[in-house]
């Protein structure tokens, strides 16, 4: 394909950072593993293979800021920035299921250029360029066109960093579950997305995800044809994290039970 300057310059961040990922899952009981707030994990995979990105992306593009996941802001006030999550399903990651990814986004503000997210397990890598489509290993990707919700597969996360709307999500849960065909939870955003761009899935949603989660995933939907908002059905999702993704077709439906389950609505105090 013939891919923007700066997709090839992420394109080759992933792909190498991908060959030190493999590396690092196959020797993960040689890795340091601490725990991050809110319950989430970290290991010294997270770290290397962010380092490994941001080499590539900074000797490219050095006027770019990054915003990354393990490293944070950096040149926070650059006209362009890259958003980067070094390995999206650490959870997996360590304890040895094959379902992760690497993710780099290009913004602008808070406009999405471009999208790269690699899986180096399926050697599967999602391209999405700002009005130039979405592609997997160079095929290009339409989200499906299935009309009934009763027929779709959906995806979610559960709210591990906010057992305060446990109930709330739990409530959206039950409503989908007995609305749709079936629903699978798999640990990688950024690949609950692409999947949904390519029409593994029917639909996404998911509560307070990070910018580095969604990214990269939400431009490549958009690109496949796909809706991407927040839970108030705007575009607020890089702010608030929440996230609802589908066809056109499906998602004011998916979007409809989610507000009744008062999953929208701020926990009382």
């Known amino acids: 394909m013939n891919y923007a300057p700066h997709t090839n310059v992420a394109i080759r961040a992933a ?22 707030a809110h319950g989430e994990w970290v290991s010294n995979a997270d770290t290397t293979v962010e380092r490994e990105i941001l080499y590539h992306l900074k000797k490219g593009y050095p006027q770019y800021g990054i915003q990354a996941e393990e490293s944070g802001w950096q040149s926070e006030g650059a006209e362009r920035r890259w958003i980067v999550d070094p390995i ?11 379902h992760f990814a690497l993710s780099i986004a290009l913004a602008a503000g808070d406009d999405l250029l471009m999208g790269v997210v690699f899986d180096p397990v399926k ?9 130039r489509g979405a592609f997997l290993n160079d095929r290009r990707m339409r989200v499906n066109q299935n009309h009934l919700l009763s027929r779709a597969l959906l995806a979610t996360g559960f709210p591990a960093k906010r057992k305060e709307i446990l109930t709330p999500y739990l409530d959206s849960f039950r409503l989908l579950c ?18 949904t761009a390519d029409g593994r899935y029917d639909g ?18 958009q690109e496949a044809g796909g809706l991407m908002t927040d839970f108030a ?21 998916i979007l409809e039970k989610i507000q009744a389950s008062g999953l929208c609505r701020p926990p009382s105090p």
């Open 178 to 195: 007995a609305a749709c065909h079936g629903i699978r939870r798999q640990g990688s955003a950024a690949l609950d997305l692409c999947y």
């Open 123 to 131: 050697d599967e890598l999602y391209v999405g360029e700002r009005g």
């Open 88 to 98: 999206d399903g650490t959870d997996n990651f360590i304890h040895g299921i094959p």
């Open 233 to 253: 059905g705007e575009g607020g999702f890089l702010h608030s994290g929440n996230v609802v993704a589908a066809n056109a077709a499906i998602h004011g439906r």
């Open 15 to 36: 792909r190498q950072a991908g060959v030190r990922a493999i590396d690092l899952f196959l020797r993960r009981h040689e890795l340091e593993v601490r725990s991050k």
């Open 204 to 221: 996404f949603w998911e509560e307070g995800l990070a910018p580095w989660d969604i990214a990269a995933g939400a431009l490549i939907l």
